[in-house]
Nanobody, 126 residues
Framework: QVQLVESGGGAVQAGESLRLSCGVSEVSGRRLVINIMNWYRQTPGKQRETVATMTRRSSGTVTEVADAVKGRFAISIDFAKNTGYLQMDSLKPEDTADYYC??????????????WGQGRQVTVSS
């Protein structure tokens, strides 16, 4: 069974930075491989928004970042630590949301396609 545990986030002023972490683990300690990690955000009354995606390929990784955060947010994965990150710089009040990570993970068993973290709140004040 794959688990995603998020940490980070909080409340900051506009222009400041935050980093979210998403630790991936397999409850029995078996080997796992993160193949895809997504970061989403959601605010009440709005549709969930994809913020960033990193996909593992045989030749390396491919990243995609939403236009709304391009140049300010960066996604990364430390595959040795099975942890993904969302670095958020130059934060704006409109970045205020609950942020969630999601991953497709290989394990010797069935792995996980679309396992979610618990979410972290990010609040940016002007």
């Amino acid at each position: 069974q794959v688990q995603l545990v998020e940490s980070g986030g909080g409340a900051v002023q506009a222009g400041e930075s935050l980093r979210l972490s998403c630790g991936v683990s397999e409850v029995s300690g078996r080997r796992l491989v993160i193949n895809i990690m997504n970061w989403y955000r959601q605010t009440p009354g709005k549709q969930r928004e994809t913020v960033a995606t990193m996909t593992r390929r045989s030749s390396g990784t491919v990243t995609e970042v939403a236009d709304a955060v391009k140049g300010r947010f960066a996604i990364s994965i430390d595959f040795a630590k099975n942890t993904g990150y969302l670095q958020m710089d130059s934060l704006k009040p409109e970045d205020t949301a609950d942020y969630y990570c999601k991953a497709n993970v290989w394990t010797p068993d069935q792995g996980c396609k679309g396992c979610w973290g618990q979410g972290r709140q990010v609040t940016v004040s002007s």
